[in-house]
């Protein structure tokens, strides 16, 4: 039997088609390996081949055998979790605002249910999409979407309290460019993958990168959002340093980029001070010092601490009720009423549940033998996990961020990019097993398949 027959058998026995190239690839390397073992036995070329291929055994039981290994797995657990957690954030949410009329949490439930039905449209369309096609076409997709939101911010754009943050399209849609911003986090990954084995060189091409991203958030004014996409941008660039991608001393550089993380609120409040406009040196002070009297948000952060300060572990607090303890941006504080409605064992056990899911996902992420799942995986949980932390802390009073959080917020950009990011980690579990076909790397001729 000539190789071309035998993996025409094999590859039939293999379902999942996007194996197909990179399983190829493998078994004709295979051959060619016993190949020209016989021929240096002394067998001529067209015997050789014959017997390479005999030597590989039946092929029927072969591809059998390999489409058991390279199936795509649905993660229908995670994926229940998510609805769940979805369920269970949309009835808290209009429990509360049902029983707390004054806290505006869900203005529109029909637009809430409309966007989350969109997101699981999304989240279920991607995870069975291959997602290193994504990474094929990243820089040509990081430039559209800059200029895309550029273009938007320049003419679409509607300016609030000073920050042009929105884009206003047909049938009264809006578009919040600051959650837009994420769908950078993905793309990021992919092409620090394109620049794997290049050196240090590499490490600086990496840097300029973040660069879009970070300037279209730049001219939404929005402090919180750029942290949060610098720091998991960060996060993906000490994942591929950490996995010797470049070629540099790990620990060196790992602790220069731990070094800057740590200077990074000392260099905003610095750049801020020296060059930002008056608006935004006082939004910063709001957001370091919330509870100040001299802020115009002390306010509603001195009503945040009332709320908490009055909260019971079980059961509602006598403060909820009183119609001066009404948070103004209620949606921004959803947890803040969880814990005085419900209790803090209540928040405890929701923010626990969906701490539980990320690093699940995030445990898949960096488990990964597909270096590009590993990385793009690490970033979009880094964004959950930032969100939360920045969430978390202005719910308890400490900062003023009005930063959104999966599955609690209100807010119809922010869940539909939440599950975009969760049906791209999806796709990493669900091909986690699959030889995908590589993606072209500089400086390389060819891969068998994405490591």
Known sequence: MRVEEYLQIITAQIRCKQAHSAVREELIAHVEDQKAAFIRAGMDCDEAELAAVKEMGDPVETGIALDAVHRPRMAWRLIALVIGLSFVGFVVQLSLQTNLPNA?????????????????????????????????????????????????????AVSVNGANAWIYLFMGIALDIRKMAFLFIPLYGAILYHYRGEGKLAIGKGILWMCPALWVVWQCHSFVTGMILLLAFLAMLSAAISHDWFQVSKKLTLSVIGGFVLLLPILIYTVVMVVGADYQKMRLQLMLDPGSAANAGGYQMNIVRELLADSRMIGSSASVFLPDKVIPAGSDYVLTYIISYYGILAAILLIGAILYLFLRLLRVS??????????????????????????????????????????????????????????????????????????????????????
Do not use: H
């Open 104 to 156: 505006v949490l869900i203005p529109r439930v029909t637009s809430y249910l409309f966007y989350l039905f969109l997101g699981f449209v999304l989240m279920l369309g991607i995870c069975y999409f291959d997602y290193t096609r994504i990474a094929r076409w990243a820089r040509e997709l990081t430039i559209l979407l800059f200029f895309g939101l550029l273009f938007g911010l320049m003419f679409c």
């Open 366 to 451: 960096w488990r990964q033998k597909n270096q590009l799942g590993m990385v793009m995986g690490t970033g979009c949980t880094s964004v959950f996990f930032i969100q939360m932390v920045f969430y978390i802390l202005g719910n308890l009073g400490f900062l003023s961020a009005g930063v959104y959080c999966p599955f609690i917020t209100y807010g119809g950009s922010g869940m539909v990019i939440t599950y975009v990011l969760l049906g791209i980690l999806l796709s990493i579990y669900r091909y986690q097993n699959v030889a995908l076909k590589m993606i072209p790397i500089k400086k390389r001729k060819s891969l068998s398949r994405l490591e």
